[in-house]
C-alpha cells in the first residue's frame, strides 16, 4: 500500500493507495469513505484484496481528520456541502472522472450525498454502517464532542479514538493500528477542534432526510453490506428502504458492529468482489 499527498485548492489531502496486478485489465478506481472518528486506515484490511481482484483502491483521510489538512473553521466550512465540494474537487485534482464509492459511517455518508448529486460520477455504491434514514441518531458519545467546553475537553483526548473505535467494532482493535489514529491528536489541538466543527456541522437529520427521500431513486447498482450487531444504527429500517429494489443488494453479518472494516474484511470482501463482478455489463 502506497500513501501520497495531494493539494486542492489550498488543502493538503492525505490519501491511500493499493493497485491492481499489472497484467489486470480491469479499469476501474473505488474510493472508500471513512466516519468518524477513523481515517482512511480502516480501510487497510479490505483495499488489498480488492487490489488483488483487479480495483484500483483510494482511501482519504477526510479535511480535518487524520493526517488531512486540518482547516480553521472560518477557511473550511466542515458542512455537508463543503465536504461535497471538497470531494468533487480532490476527484478532479486525479482525474476520476467516475468511480465506486464504498463509504462507511457517519461523514461517510456524505459521500452518498454526493452519489445522488453527482449520479453520473459514481458507476455504483456500496454502503458499510452509515446513517440513511431519518431514524438514524447521533451516538451520544459523540453528540458530546460538540458540547461547548465538553467538547473541548473530549475531542482534545487522544483515548477517545480507543473508546469509540472499540465500542462501535465490538472488539479490541491492535496498538499499533490505534497509534496511527491517535497520532494526530498527539501532533496538534487543531485535529480535536476539526472533530468537534465536524461534530457541530453535520447536520444530520437534513441529511438523512435527503438520503431517504433520494436513495429509492437510485438506478445504478447499490449494494449494503451491513454489520448487524451495530450498536448505533437499526438495520430494518434500511433494509426495507431497499427490499423493491432489484438492483440494491442487502448482505447482513450478523455479528459485525459498526465499523465492519475493522474486523470483518474477511468475510466482507469476497461478497463485495462477488458483487461488483456479477453487476459488471
Known amino acids: ?22 497484467s489486470s485489465d480491469r479499469q476501474q478506481t473505488i474510493v472508500c469513505l471513512h466516519g468518524i472518528p477513523a481515517t482512511g486506515h480502516s480501510w487497510r484490511n479490505l483495499m488489498p484484496p480488492l487490489a488483488e481482484a483487479g480495483y484500483r483502491c483510494l482511501a482519504p483521510d477526510w479535511l480535518g481528520l487524520g493526517y488531512s489538512d486540518q482547516p480553521d473553521r472560518r477557511d473550511f466550512k466542515y458542512t455537508p456541502a463543503a465536504y461535497q ?14 468511480v465506486i464509492l464504498v463509504v462507511q459511517g457517519y461523514l461517510g455518508h456524505v459521500g452518498v450525498l454526493y452519489a445522488l448529486e453527482n449520479p453520473d460520477r459514481v458507476d455504483r455504491l456500496v454502503i458499510l454502517n452509515a446513517p440513511l434514514v431519518s431514524q438514524a441518531k447521533l451516538p451520544w458519545p459523540m453528540q458530546q464532542w460538540g458540547i461547548p467546553l465538553v467538547g473541548d475537553m473530549l475531542t482534545q483526548d487522544p483515548l477517545l479514538i ?6 462501535g467494532s465490538g472488539f479490541i482493535v491492535k496498538e499499533e493500528d490505534l497509534t496511527v489514529y491517535r497520532r494526530p491528536f498527539l501532533k496538534s489541538s487543531s485535529a480535536g477542534r476539526s472533530l468537534m466543527a465536524v461534530i457541530k456541522n453535520l447536520q444530520l437529520s437534513q441529511a438523512t432526510a435527503t438520503i431517504e427521500a433520494g436513495l429509492p431513486k437510485w438506478e445504478k447498482p447499490l449494494h449494503l453490506l451491513w454489520g448487524v450487531a451495530d450498536p448505533w444504527l ?48
Open 85 to 98: 465540494a471538497a470531494l468533487g474537487a480532490w476527484l478532479d485534482a486525479l482525474e476520476l472522472e467516475s
Open 234 to 281: 437499526d438495520s430494518t429500517p434500511i433494509s426495507n428502504l431497499i427490499r423493491p429494489h432489484k438492483h440494491m443488494t442487502w448482505h447482513p453479518f450478523p455479528e459485525a458492529k459498526h465499523y465492519a472494516q475493522e474486523h470483518w474484511s474477511v468475510e466482507l470482501a469476497p461478497v463485495l468482489i462477488d458483487e461488483l463482478r456479477r453487476t459488471v455489463v
Open 1 to 22: 500500500m502506497k500513501t501520497h499527498t495531494i493539494t486542492v485548492e489550498n488543502f493538503e489531502w492525505y490519501y491511500r493507495e493499493t493497485l491492481p496486478k499489472p
Open 162 to 167: 480507543d473508546r469509540t473505535l472499540e465500542k
